[in-house]
């Protein structure tokens, strides 16, 4: 049975361990329910490879590959012992897809200082059919909040495309604090942070100007 993420009491490891079988679900007013569950291969992929060779999908690098090389690079994610993607629905359709890493135990860990209870995650909308308002910015709150819910993940962190403007602006919007650019082999990327303290100033500042 699905759990409401913001009352359930287990253990991080549990989001990265695809034998957990995580489900998480949060209601959002005027919305629905949405509902995020392990990315399965290869019964999820068609979907997945269809959002990835898309135009807005360019800074994921992805565009122009098979089929079976993203079935590839997903079963070897969840292979991983620490990342673990997952593919979230709204009203039963697929709305996006997010991938959750440890950041001790990813590359990124070997580009700064990481500090215990450092966790990451990427994140990919489905394509734009129906404009909602909002919409991203509900999905991105969930699934920091989804994070935030276990207790031994006391940041977050993520390492956007510098020249992703629109991810930069939701990222500031929720609270990440930007500090340096750094040079991964496919991409300058910014590295910028999120402590639990930051995210409920900026919900509350954002509540305050809508």
């Known amino acids: ?91 039963d359709q697929p709305a996006f897809l997010v991938e959750f890493y440890d950041a001790s135990k990813d590359r990124i860990g070997e580009y700064y200082d990481v500090q215990p209870g450092d966790f990451g995650f990427h994140i990919l909308m489905s394509p734009p059919v129906q404009p909602i308002k909002n919409f991203t910015w509900h999905v991105f709150t969930m699934i920091i909040e989804v994070l935030f819910s276990y207790p031994t993940v006391k940041r977050l962190i993520v390492e956007p495309d510098t020249r992703n403007e629109k991810i930069h602006v939701l990222n500031k919007r929720a609270g990440f604090v930007y500090q340096h650019e750094i040079k991964l082999p496919e991409k300058t990327a910014h590295l910028a942070f999120l402590t639990r303290e930051a995210y409920q100033h900026a919900l509350a500042a954002a509540s305050f100007v809508s």
Not at 42 to 61: C, K, R, S, T
């Open 1 to 91: 049975m699905p759990h409401d993420f913001l009352t359930h009491s287990h253990v991080l490891p549990s989001l990265l361990n695809p034998e957990a079988h995580a489900f998480f679900k949060k209601e959002i007013p005027a919305l629905g329910t949405f509902v995020m569950q392990p990315l399965q291969c290869p019964a999820d992929i068609p979907v997945i490879h269809h959002w990835l060779n898309q135009d807005y999908a360019a800074f994921w690098q992805l565009q122009q590959t098979s089929a079976e090389t993203i079935n590839n690079i997903y079963t070897e994610m969840i292979g991983s012992s620490h990342t673990h993607p997952y593919l979230g629905r709204l009203h």
